[in-house]
């Protein structure tokens, strides 16, 4: 049975946690301490002050620091699914067997509609970037600001929100990258708002366009965003960043260069939305970066049988090679035959071979997609949801696939995976933690109806690879 709590300073919600009832008087300690390691203003008490009669616990003083725990509704904040695991926000999950760190980042409230599309990466001294699409209606288009939270213990304790990007317009799909010289990019699209605060764009901004905000310090401060300047071929109406992360190259002729994953527009002039008319073609930005910044782009060609939605890309094999997975195009995504698109292209993205699909898991989202190559071993690993249609346009029943290298290809016929979640799982990301996954996702108290009301929380975990390697066979046996 799990048991939910908020732990209260001055009348101020500090943060939520789940702890099982035969553990209760231990965990309540084990709070304590953490509490005091990070707090300067709790008031000191002789006691902690519990309400639930049926759970006593004896009275205990931890370093002069007192708690007051109020019971919640046991089904508040619903925990992943295993029974031996309890849900701590900003504390370790020591009895999990993948080791897992759970906590809820970015909480909407009756305030803030919701919070989307998240992605997260790792800098070089080991600190987590996680970035969002902070909205203030339900709408892509919803006057959105980029911001970020920041961890530099794994995930257990993260920073204020810190604003990147922000004005009278929209900032939607963050995406990341690291270069090798430590620097670290955030692009982002730029588009007029249809909701919220404003309607339109009134400051007269560029829209319609890619924006970079980079930082040299870890992430600590970030540049003004500018327009990243390429040129493209003619033909193209546009192009946007796919939201997720860049890869940046470890192997091969071009090491060292990032490879931004591109939508590019080539739908006639009067076509929009999710039509079978529309042609959003696979693209890469093969961007060189000094300790100036961006000193060189390169837009590579597209291919009008390689179209792609939202979709992430991987490093394949060890030599100028990449591949992606892409939700459904046309609209098809909603439907309740989607596909997962899939393609590969063997000149570091200057050409995309031919889309080919599979029905093994549905692709109903921006998912994520992840290249390993921890202790010598290069294996690749995919974040999706996996529910029927009938719930969600299927968008629950969350899971990590896990699948070796094949030579110098992919294949997912002897992958593994674990389920994260029955519930609403949407958009994810994932950043190679070594000995772990690091995930963030879109998370939902239900998974009923066609449409979830809004994303009520942007979730971050991670787990021991170990533990996902060692999961169910995911390739059917028929």
Do not use: C
């Not at 946690?17 to 953490?34: G, M, P, Q, S, V």
């Not at 970020?148 to 929100?161: F, L, M």
């Not at 955030?186 to 400051?203: R, W």
């Not at 929380?457 to 996902?468: A, G």
Request: aromatic content about 12%; charged content about 20%; proline content about 3%.
């Amino acid at each position: 049975m799990n048991i939910f709590f908020k732990l209260y300073i001055h009348e101020e919600i500090y943060f939520h946690i789940t702890i099982r009832n035969e553990i209760l008087k231990h965990n309540l300690i084990h709070i304590a301490l953490i509490f005091s390691a990070f707090s300067t203003t709790a008031v000191a008490s002789e006691e902690f002050k519990f309400a639930a009669d049926e759970y006593p616990v004896s009275y205990q003083n931890v370093a002069g620091q007192g708690l007051e725990i109020e019971k919640l509704a046991t089904q508040k904040y619903p925990v992943i699914n295993n029974d031996n695991s309890f849900y701590a926000n900003g504390s370790y999950t020591v009895d999990h067997p993948g080791q897992m760190v759970l906590f809820d980042l970015f909480v909407a409230d009756d305030f803030l509609d919701e919070y989307r599309i998240p992605s997260i990466t790792q800098t070089q001294s080991g600190k987590l970037i996680a970035a969002i699409e902070k909205r203030e209606a339900n709408g892509d288009k919803s006057s959105n600001d980029i911001v970020i939270r920041t961890s530099t213990d794994g995930g257990k304790i993260w920073t204020d929100e810190q604003i990147v990007a922000t004005d009278q317009i929209s900032f939607n799909d963050p995406n990341f990258a690291v270069a090798d010289n430590g620097d670290i990019y955030l692009f982002f699209n730029a588009l007029d708002s249809h909701a919220g605060s404003t309607i339109g764009n009134p400051t007269n901004m560029q829209t319609g366009v890619v924006y970079v905000a980079r930082s040299t310090d870890d992430g600590d401060t970030w540049s003004i965003p500018q327009v990243l300047k390429t040129s493209h071929p003619e033909g193209p109406r546009s192009f946007t960043v796919s939201p997720g992360v860049s890869v940046v190259l470890k192997n091969g002729t071009n090491q060292g260069d990032i490879i931004l994953p591109i939508r590019v527009n080539h739908t006639a002039d009067g076509i929009s939305g999710l039509t079978a008319d529309v042609d959003i073609r696979a693209g890469t930005i093969r961007l060189t970066v000094d300790d100036s910044g961006i000193v060189k782009t390169n837009f590579g060609s597209t291919n009008p049988d390689a179209e792609v939605n939202e979709y992430q890309i991987a490093e394949m094999g060890s030599q100028d090679s990449l591949y992606y997975i892409s939700r459904d195009t046309d609209g098809l995504s909603w439907g309740e035959t989607s596909r997962t698109l899939y393609s590969s292209s063997y000149d570091n993205g200057q050409n995309w071979n031919n889309n080919a699909s599979f029905g093994f898991f549905t692709t109903r989202t921006q998912s994520g997609l992840l290249r390993s190559d921890y202790d010598s071993n290069t294996r690749y690993y995919y974040s999706t949801p996996t529910g029927e249609y009938d719930y969600s346009k299927g968008r629950h029943q969350g899971y990590i696939f896990e699948s070796a290298a094949q030579g110098e290809g992919i294949s997912w016929k002897n992958s593994h995976k674990v389920k994260i979640t029955d519930l609403y799982f949407g958009n994810s990301t994932m950043v190679d933690l070594g000995d772990k996954i690091g995930l963030i996702y879109e998370f939902a108290e239900d998974k009923t109806g066609l449409n979830v009301g809004k994303v009520s929380r942007i979730r971050f975990m991670s787990l021991n690879k170990d533990y996902i390697r060692n999961g169910e066979n995911a390739w059917p046996s028929n």
